[in-house]
Each structure stands twice: as structure tokens, then as C-alpha cells.
């Protein structure tokens, strides 16, 4: 069965002027393409194409003019706005006021909502039984008080759990779960005490609410739900500590107890394991004011159609969120066959210096910082105190042995070379590039 999706793609005319200020570019827009065949997406602007030692990536079809507007999506798989934020942010199209408590409440099911018209599109989204599960789950949450854990105060000391480690927790999970056919009256007893004892520790309500609108969205649109979600890169370590996969485990269990009765074949320890490693390196920040003063982390979202742009700290393409839409277009000029590239830094990131960008994206991101094996017999730990006269802004990159490379003289005098990561583009200090082609 093929999944039909469409995308708004603008094209500026070639005849306009190149705008100033392209964070808001007015360009006239057309659907342009459906995709028979699903995932990944493309259009008469870009495709996604495999690129070596780096995962996918999304590369222009054409030369594209400043501000061409490239896509623009709403399609979200799964969300979530943190609990702390829950009386301020609708929660159909993200409107924030500036910590205002918005004007429409729905008490039962804990959602607030900027307009009535807001309001009416959430419950008709969400179904009769997506509003009864929300419905659930609030009762449950307020009836649970203080034995909560938040997402947005979390801790994050601790040792990232291993493949082994989460495997063995998810198996744990499903043993509990799951009534053996043959179970004796001894092995139910253990199984509902091991049951009790996974679910009686502090449980996140904000992995409740992004699991159950994944939920709701693998109930309603599974062809979607397999053709988009799993079709993107999975993190097979998405837990930064053993506390935060334990987290995630209870809240499963407990997710799975609440849901009507017609959900719960949906709520699957796969589809939940793939909800979670899908939102580790795709998902989109829910954040107030714009792109360069985003003062307030609220919330994530994943959109599959968007999660296929890299990362590069020299982007050419800027991006804004507009309600629940997220609008890309190119910040310059791009050539054909150049990849586009989006920033991942952003809000309180880009204040960070150097060491706290290269923690951050390393953390998040799974980049990697390392001197290129082919030249580290040549760079080794030579300092000098000036850059060579080869040196060029244009041509930063260089192709060796197919890897992507960049060198820079570091605040010792040092010449280093950084690699791509395996996926996607990699941070650089502030130095001047030094370009070298292949032999």
C-alpha cells in the first residue's frame, strides 16, 4: 500500500532580488509532489541520498537561489509539552504568551489551548479515544502527586546505559507484562510483584505524554507509522542515565494499564523502544520567540519528513517554527549536489563557548572530535605559531580517502584536523581553515 504525503515546496523567482533578512522570505508556494513509494522524501529541490562515511542526507536536485523555501510540514509523529509549561502552551499549535495562563482549559484531560478553534481541531485529532486515554492519564497524574519525575529538571549524572543493558531492561518489561498460558499461581505472584515493583518508583509524566501521543499515532496511522518513523535513524542509546531508562520502563508499564482497552494492542514494547530512540537524534525543540532568542525549552516534537537534514555550524538553511509547522528554506545560495544543512545549535546553546558546544552536541548528537588517521603521521604534535599561506575561507572542506575533513590551528598553535562523524557535520572552533584536495 503506498503512502501518500505531500509537501508545500516554494521556489523564489530567479528574477527577484536577494532579501536582506531571510528569516521571514514572502515567496509564492504550490504543492509540488506526492511520494508513492514513502520515506525518505524528495522533490524537484532536493532528494535524500546516501553519503559515505556520514549516514543520509539531503542533497539539492538544481542550483537554488537565496530564501527558495524547501519544505514545509506539520506532520508530527509524536510530542510532547513539559508538565511545568502545561498551562501556558496550547497544545494544538504551541502558542506560547509569555508564560500567560492561556484563556481555554480542559481540566479533565489537563490541556490548555489558546482559541476554541484550537480546542475543537485537539479533540477531533485525538478521537473519542485519544480524549478518553488523555483523560486517564491526568486523573492518574493528579492522583500520583509528589511520587513524579520531570523530563525538564531531570538529572543527568550517570553512565549511559549500554545495548546490552537496555535490552535486558526491555525484556524484563515484556516478561512482566506478558500472562504465560501456562503461568502456576506461584509465577503469577512474582510476576505481579516484580510488576509492582517497576511501577512503584518515580514515574515521568512527560515520557507519559510523548509515549501516549505516539501511541495515538501508531493507532490511527500505522502505514505512516511504518513508513515514516522507522525508516529514520534510530539511536540505539537514547537513555542518558540507568534512572532515565528505568523511567522510561515504568512509565511504559504504567502507560499500558490506563490506555482503553482498543489501544492497547498498539502499546508494544517495540513501538515504544522505536518512539524513543527516533526522538533521540530527530526530534525538533518546542521553543518560545524566535530562532536567535529562544528563552524557553518546552517541549519536543518529531517530525519524520524534516529529521533528514544534517548538521553543519556554516548552514545553508535556516528553519522556523510556525504553530505546529516547522518552514525550511535556503539562508544563500546552493549549488546542485550540495548538500543542505541545517544548525542544530540552538537557544541557550549558542551561548555556550566552544568546549560547552562540542559537550553538548556529543552528548545529543553522538558527534566525534578526531584527528584524521592519514594525516596524523604529518600533524602529530608540530605547533607553529602561523597559519600557511595556502590558507582560504571559501573552500574549507577537504575530500581525502572518502572523508570529509577540516583542518584549524587551535589556541596552542596546533594544526588539527577534524573528521565528520558517521552521520552528519561536526563542530569547529574559530580558527582559519586551511583547504587541501586529495592526490
Known amino acids: 500500500m503506498h503512502t501518500y504525503l505531500s509537501i508545500l515546496i516554494t521556489l523564489a523567482s530567479n528574477s527577484l532580488p536577494k532579501p536582506k533578512d531571510v528569516r521571514a522570505p514572502i515567496l509564492t508556494s504550490h504543492i509540488i509532489s506526492s511520494f508513492p513509494n514513502g520515506m525518505p522524501p524528495s522533490s524537484d529541490f532536493f532528494e535524500v541520498r546516501d553519503i559515505p562515511n556520514a549516514g543520509r542526507g539531503v542533497i539539492a536536485r538544481r542550483s537554488l537561489p537565496t530564501a527558495t ?20 502552551v496550547c497544545a494544538q499549535c504551541f502558542h506560547y504568551d509569555r508564560g500567560r495562563t492561556l484563556a481555554v482549559r480542559d481540566v479533565e484531560t489537563g490541556r490548555v489551548f489558546c482559541s476554541r478553534e484550537c480546542c475543537d481541531e485537539w479533540v477531533e485529532d485525538q478521537g473519542e479515544i485519544g480524549v478518553e486515554a488523555w483523560r486517564a492519564l491526568e486523573t492518574w497524574v493528579k492522583a500520583r502527586g509528589g511520587a513524579l519525575w520531570c523530563t525538564a529538571t531531570a538529572q543527568t549524572a550517570g553512565d549511559r546505559p549500554g545495548i546490552e543493558e537496555i535490552s535486558a531492561a526491555w525484556v524484563e518489561v515484556q516478561d512482566v507484562r506478558v500472562t504465560k498460558a501456562d503461568e502456576s499461581r506461584a509465577e503469577a505472584k512474582e510476576r505481579r510483584k516484580m510488576l509492582q515493583r517497576i511501577t512503584s518508583g518515580a514515574i515521568d509524566p512527560d515520557i507519559l505524554a510523548y509515549l501516549l501521543s505516539g501511541i495515538l499515532f501508531v493507532s490511527r496511522y500505522p502505514a505512516l507509522f511504518l513508513s515514516d518513523v522507522l525508516d529514520l535513524a534510530m539511536d540505539p542509546t537514547p537513555y542518558r542515565t540507568a534512572s532515565d531508562l528505568t523511567s522510561h520502563t515504568s512509565s511504559f508499564l504504567q502507560l499500558a494499564s490506563l490506555l482503553p482497552p482498543s489501544l492497547v494492542p498498539q502499546c508494544t514494547t517495540s513501538a515504544t523502544q522505536t518512539l524513543i530512540s527516533a526522538a533521540s537524534h530527530n526530534s525538533f525543540g518546542i521553543r518560545a520567540g524566535s530562532e536567535e532568542d529562544m528563552e524557553e525549552y518546552m517541549g519536543y516534537a518529531l517530525y519524520p519528513l524534516a529529521s533528514y537534514f544534517n548538521h553543519s555550524c556554516g548552514p545553508n538553511v535556516a528553519k522556523q517554527r510556525k504553530g505546529r509547522k516547522w518552514e525550511f528554506w535556503t539562508s544563500r545560495e546552493v549549488k546542485e549536489g550540495e548538500e543542505l544543512c541545517i544548525s542544530y545549535v540552538g537557544g541557550d546553546e549558542k551561548g555556550l563557548d566552544l568546549k560547552g558546544r ?20 604529518v600533524i602529530g604534535t608540530s605547533h607553529t605559531t602561523s597559519a600557511p599561506s595556502s590558507t582560504t575561507t571559501d573552500m574549507p572542506y577537504a575530500y581525502i580517502n572518502a572523508v570529509w575533513i577540516k583542518m584549524v590551528w587551535n589556541e596552542h598553535g596546533q594544526l588539527i584536523v577534524l573528521t565528520l ?19
Open 421 to 439: 562523524p558517521p552521520y552528519m557535520c561536526f563542530e569547529f572552533p574559530s580558527a582559519k581553515d586551511v583547504h587541501m584536495s586529495a592526490t
Open 358 to 377: 562540542r559537550e553538548r552536541l556529543e552528548r545529543t548528537w553522538g558527534f566525534e572530535f578526531n584527528l584524521h588517521p592519514l594525516l596524523q603521521p
Open 69 to 88: 523555501q524547501i519544505l514545509s510540514t506539520s506532520n508530527l509523529a509524536a510530542h510532547v509539552v513539559f508538565r511545568e509549561y502545561r498551562k501556558e
